[in-house]
């Protein structure tokens, strides 16, 4: 059995940086790209009005301003018309925003300019207009004026937004190179266990870990891919632990202490999964294993976790061991790799244990002096009662006296919306 903190360190030394994946344009939303994007067209693509109005020549309004001017409307064009015809002195055509402009014309009049009763003007028709400020070029958006063919229109480094996707859609990119966000799959192990959907019979137990920890690996950026229950059977195990390496992290639960069916340790053994570590001195998580599989190239390898069955040990082995793995295989920087750990007073009595440190469902409020730490009440460690609406996990150190006024370290939960409590 090994300290929390060297378990910890092993997880950092052992996960290493995916190099960066050719992904889908919103797959990629919000990673970092590893290539700029280049553009394979010109932005706007060609001249195009940007009001709906006249397309006209500057020619015939330039020295005109606020004087009325008569033009013939010679065509009609909505966005998607495009026409060759070129617009004669003393013509013009009605345009809508997004038409290209039409040969010879190189400014757009707003309709709100037409005056007299002419603003329906279509073709065949006169308009009268009335520019009080009239300039050459107006409300025409230049061809280019945004971004050119070859250029990079977003960055290498750059994280890709909701508006970089826009960008990159725009600029013909359907697929980005971009950090890489790790492909996790999910395991259950247990002969009791059943799909969610299902009610369970006596003896039987929800698979509540799997939602769970995909939930968990989602929230991470990671990709979940589920494979479900495997029975307490060696071949059911083996069967799906093999497929489960294929992926970048195979998240295992159940099966890992020191009950007559805990098959897992021999089975990742028997699948050529080294073993980092089993056994951390913790509470809940105790029989944590944590191990990777090194492939044949060398240089890639897949992480494999063995969380305990119990949801909540789960849980917590989840946010203490696996973020940090797939915050380091997603490039995140350091800072990123754990909960926020801050500093805290508890204020109302809590159950250490005297041989490892544990960590407990708590509320966090800021107070005047700092951060008041209220654990939940918690019945264990297949509890997730507490977990679900808790604001982050309170560590209480191995034989502490867990009285109020105690100082604690918290680890924060972020919120949903990525602002944490305090
Ligand atoms: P184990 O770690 O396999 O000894 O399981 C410990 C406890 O967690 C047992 O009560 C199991 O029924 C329960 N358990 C195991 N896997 C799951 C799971 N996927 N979802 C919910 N409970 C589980
Ligand atoms: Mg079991």
Not at 36 to 57: E, I, L, T
């Amino acid at each position: 059995m090994i300290d929390l903190a060297t378990a910890i360190e092993l997880v950092e030394r052992t996960a290493a940086a995916l190099p960066p994946r050719r992904q889908r344009l919103l797959e990629a939303l919000g990673r970092r790209l590893a290539e700029a994007v280049v553009a394979d067209v010109d932005s706007p693509p060609w001249d195009r009005a940007m009001m709906d109005g006249f397309a006209v020549r500057s020619a015939d309004l330039v020295d005109r301003c606020g004087d009325l001017v008569e033009l013939d409307v010679v065509a009609d064009l909505v966005a998607g018309d495009v026409t060759t015809r070129p617009i004669p002195a003393g013509g013009c055509a009605r345009i809508m925003t997004g038409a290209p402009i039409p040969p010879g014309a190189d400014a757009v009049v707003p309709i709100e300019s037409a005056v007299e009763g002419t603003a329906a003007a279509h073709a065949g028709a006169r308009v009268r207009l009335r520019e009080p400020r009239f300039r050459s070029g107006q409300h025409v958006g230049r061809r280019g004026a945004a971004f050119r063919a070859g250029q990079e229109v977003v960055p290498a480094g750059a994280i890709l937004t909701a508006a970089g996707v826009g960008l990159a859609a725009e600029a013909g990119a359907t697929h980005v190179v971009a950090a890489a966000r790790p492909r996790v799959a999910i395991l259950s192990t247990g002969s009791e266990l059943v799909p969610c959907e299902e009610v369970p019979t006596h003896g039987r137990t929800r698979n509540s870990n799997g939602p769970m920890l995909a939930a968990a690996m989602a929230a991470l950026g990671a990709e979940p891919m589920s494979l479900g229950i495997a029975a307490d059977r060696p071949e059911a195990i083996r069967a799906a632990v093999s497929q489960g390496l294929a992926a970048d992290v195979l998240v295992l639960s159940g099966g890992v202490s020191a009950g007559d069916l805990d098959l897992v340790p021999e089975i990742f053994a028997a699948c050529g999964v080294e073993k980092v570590f089993h056994k951390v001195r913790l509470k809940p998580g105790k029989p944590v294993w944590f191990g990777r599989l090194l492939r044949g190239d060398g240089a890639s390898q897949t992480l494999v976790f063995g969380l305990p069955g119990n949801p909540a040990s789960s849980l917590v082995c989840c946010e203490l061991f696996v973020r940090p793995a797939i915050a380091i295989l997603a490039g995140q920087p350091p800072d990123r790799w754990h909960l926020r750990r801050c500093p805290g007073t508890l204020t109302a009595p809590a159950r250490a244990a005297v041989d490892r440190p544990v960590y407990l469902p708590c509320r966090i409020a800021s107070t005047g002096r700092g951060l008041a730490v209220t654990p939940l009440p918690w019945t264990g460690s297949s509890d997730l009662v507490s977990l679900a609406v808790a604001d982050g996990l309170v560590a209480l150190p191995a034989g502490a006296q867990a009285e109020p006024g105690l100082a604690v370290d918290v680890l924060v939960f972020p919120e949903e919306d990525g602002d944490p409590p305090a």
